[in-house]
């Protein structure tokens, strides 16, 4: 009944209905009106710029993650680092991830999508330079921990926008190849730091990552506010004025979509509670009565997945030149290919994920993570080359579910809500991947690498086991999937 009333407002809006009168009631069904005739665009070249754009930052997020993965083989020998300080040196970045996603995510609630994805963009752009001009390990752990405040905030608030933008058709897809950006940086950042670092030097990458990101920031901050965000705020106004730039582009693309046809009798307004301006979120609404499965679901699905993938994702270059004793281009070009697999995977993942739902491909890429996990514990770590192999292969599996998590976690909250469920939920990624590679580090030298390879299988099947409890999102809007 709730979807008839809005699809009923929306026609009545744009038929024309301008004259509107300050109550309540009035204001509630404009705002179910606008909601509709959003909902009812499709995929613009109006949605193309800001997924580009907001794409652009999370490139950069994704480049400033790893880059420390492939300067600490020279930093190793440079500033003779233990491997307790590898994983402190790793998990600072992680820690300031956590402060990040909280607090980012707490003032894009109040303050809108798009100044806090520009300000957490330009903070990591501005500390990602400060990065290159350290000389010493605690120089360098202080601006990787502030850096990580702007990388933690950019990627949930990011996350929810291009969440915001699309409507139920199609926007697994859609969302999927906007989130194939992050590991297409992170493989850049492999093949980059595989060129340049023996060549130029391990400060190369910070100043790679940090000056564009100055000019992105401010790109950023030019972009269009979400108009689902507007509308829980009561600004009418301003979201009718964006949503008629996404509606003239689909015109001027001569795109082919249809508003609902006019109700034939009066209907009465939404109620106010579905449509009025949203009161302000509170971080223990999480774990309401209401919605305190799906969060706890969510928050084990982050954890267990970047437990996995983050440790693998920045141990595997120093494990290769370090353990295995492969010069360091080597070590470097074997580690790069774990995100190339990521990639390939992804781009199946994102033509495959409508169809097969979020929860189904999840549960089966843990277990088959968890599978190629044990195997590489039971021996498949002995040799050189089974190594490469599973790793990359386990890497590619479990870092796919990574993104499918961005796609479903901000699908699962109300818009008053949506980037405090989604920054909190990244803050679990960021704890584990502080813990993983600080307890990689330990277990290396005293228990040796099947262990840690046996460690990330449990994580897996834990992940498994979480991932039953998802609730299907594809296919629905997202007033839907949040009630």
Same mark, same amino acid.
Not at 55 to 80: E, H, N, Q, R, Y
Not at 124 to 130: E, H, T
Not at 365 to 384: D, E
């Given at each position: 009944?709730?979807?008839?009333?809005?699809?009923?407002?929306?026609?009545?809006?744009?038929?024309?209905?301008?004259?509107?009168?300050?109550?309540?009631?009035?204001?509630?069904?404009?705002?179910?009106?606008?909601?509709?005739?959003?909902?009812?665009?499709?995929?613009?070249?109006?949605?193309?710029?800001?997924?580009?754009?907001?794409?652009?930052?999370?490139?950069?997020?994704?480049?400033?993650?790893?880059?420390?993965?492939?300067?600490?083989?020279?930093?190793?020998?440079?500033?003779?680092?233990?491997?307790?300080?590898?994983?402190?040196?790793?998990?600072?970045?992680?820690?300031?991830?956590?402060?990040?996603?909280?607090?980012?995510?707490?003032?894009?609630?109040?303050?809108?999508?798009?100044?806090?994805?520009?300000?957490?963009?330009?903070?990591?752009?501005?500390?990602?330079?400060?990065?290159?001009?350290?000389?010493?390990?605690?120089?360098?752990?202080?601006?990787?921990?502030?850096?990580?405040?702007?990388?933690?905030?950019?990627?949930?608030?990011?996350?929810?926008?291009?969440?915001?933008?699309?409507?139920?058709?199609?926007?697994?897809?859609?969302?999927?190849?906007?989130?194939?950006?992050?590991?297409?940086?992170?493989?850049?950042?492999?093949?980059?730091?595989?060129?340049?670092?023996?060549?130029?030097?391990?400060?190369?990458?910070?100043?790679?990552?940090?000056?564009?990101?100055?000019?992105?920031?401010?790109?950023?901050?030019?972009?269009?506010?979400?108009?689902?965000?507007?509308?829980?705020?009561?600004?009418?106004?301003?979201?009718?004025?964006?949503?008629?730039?996404?509606?003239?582009?689909?015109?001027?693309?001569?795109?082919?979509?249809?508003?609902?046809?006019?109700?034939?009798?009066?209907?009465?307004?939404?109620?106010?509670?579905?449509?009025?301006?949203?009161?302000?979120?509170?971080?223990?609404?999480?774990?309401?009565?209401?919605?305190?499965?799906?969060?706890?679901?969510?928050?084990?699905?982050?954890?267990?997945?970047?437990?996995?993938?983050?440790?693998?994702?920045?141990?595997?270059?120093?494990?290769?030149?370090?353990?295995?004793?492969?010069?360091?281009?080597?070590?470097?070009?074997?580690?790069?290919?774990?995100?190339?697999?990521?990639?390939?995977?992804?781009?199946?993942?994102?033509?495959?994920?409508?169809?097969?739902?979020? &929860?189904?491909? @999840? *549960?089966?890429?843990? $277990?088959?993570?968890?599978? /190629?996990?044990? #195997?590489? =514990?039971? %021996?498949?770590?002995?040799?050189?080359?089974?190594?490469?192999?599973?790793?990359?292969?386990?890497?590619?599996?479990?870092?796919?579910?990574?993104?499918?998590?961005?796609?479903?976690?901000?699908?699962?909250?109300?818009? &008053?809500?949506? @980037? *405090?469920?989604?920054? $909190?939920?990244?803050?679990? /990624?960021?704890? #584990?991947? =502080?813990? %993983?590679?600080?307890?990689?580090?330990?277990?290396?030298?005293?228990?040796?690498?099947?262990?840690?390879?046996?460690?990330?299988?449990?994580?897996?099947?834990?992940?498994?086991?979480?991932?039953?409890?998802?609730?299907?999102?594809?296919?629905?809007?997202?007033?839907?999937?949040?009630?």
């Amino acid at each position: 009944m709730h979807d008839n009333t809005i699809t009923l407002a929306a026609s009545a809006t744009a038929d024309g209905l301008e004259a509107r009168d300050p109550t309540p009631a009035s204001d509630s069904g404009r705002a179910a009106a606008l909601t509709a005739r959003f909902e009812a665009i499709p995929f613009t070249p109006w949605h193309r710029r800001a997924r580009i754009v907001m794409g652009s930052a999370t490139f950069l997020d994704a480049f400033d993650a790893l880059s420390l993965a492939f300067v600490l083989p020279i930093l190793i020998k440079l500033w003779a680092l233990s491997p307790a300080q590898i994983g402190w040196m790793i998990a600072a970045s992680y820690i300031g991830q956590l402060l990040g996603a909280l607090l980012f995510s707490r003032l894009a609630e109040s303050f809108g999508r798009v100044p806090m994805a520009a300000a957490a963009t330009a903070l990591m752009s501005v500390m990602g330079l400060a990065c290159a001009l350290t000389g010493n390990f605690q120089m360098l752990f202080l601006c990787r921990l502030i850096q990580g405040i702007g990388v933690g905030g950019e990627m949930p608030v990011a996350a929810t926008y291009i969440s915001e933008l699309l409507r139920a058709k199609g926007r697994g897809r859609y969302f999927m190849l906007y989130e194939m950006i992050f590991p297409v940086g992170l493989m850049i950042t492999g093949q980059v730091g595989t060129l340049l670092v023996p060549i130029l030097g391990w400060t190369s990458l910070f100043f790679i990552g940090g000056i564009p990101g100055l000019v992105i920031a401010y790109l950023l901050y030019r972009l269009p506010e979400s108009p689902r965000w507007l509308i829980g705020q009561q600004r009418l106004d301003e979201a009718e004025a964006i949503i008629r730039q996404a509606e003239a582009s689909a015109r001027k693309a001569n795109l082919d979509y249809q508003q609902e046809p006019a109700p034939e009798a009066p209907v009465a307004a939404p109620a106010p509670a579905q449509v009025a301006r949203q009161p302000r979120s509170r971080w223990s609404e999480l774990l309401s009565p209401r919605f305190r499965v799906r969060t706890l679901i969510a928050w084990v699905l982050w954890a267990s997945s970047f437990f996995v993938a983050n440790s693998l994702n920045n141990w595997m270059p120093t494990l290769y030149h370090t353990v295995y004793k492969l010069e360091l281009g080597s070590a470097l070009r074997a580690a790069s290919m774990t995100n190339v697999a990521q990639v390939a995977i992804l781009l199946v993942c994102a033509f495959c994920i409508d169809r097969i739902g979020r &929860r189904t491909w @999840a *549960i089966v890429s843990f $277990l088959v993570g968890a599978a /190629l996990l044990t #195997a590489l =514990a039971a %021996g498949g770590a002995g040799q050189l080359w089974s190594l490469i192999v599973l790793a990359t292969l386990a890497y590619g599996v479990v870092g796919s579910i990574n993104a499918v998590l961005y796609l479903y976690t901000p699908e699962i909250y109300p818009t &008053r809500m949506r @980037a *405090i469920g989604t920054g $909190l939920a990244t803050s679990w /990624l960021r704890i #584990a991947s =502080a813990v %993983g590679p600080t307890t990689v580090g330990y277990m290396v030298g005293t228990q040796g690498i099947n262990s840690v390879f046996m460690m990330f299988a449990i994580v897996a099947a834990i992940g498994a086991v979480a991932a039953i409890g998802m609730i299907e999102t594809g296919g629905r809007r997202l007033e839907e999937t949040s009630s």
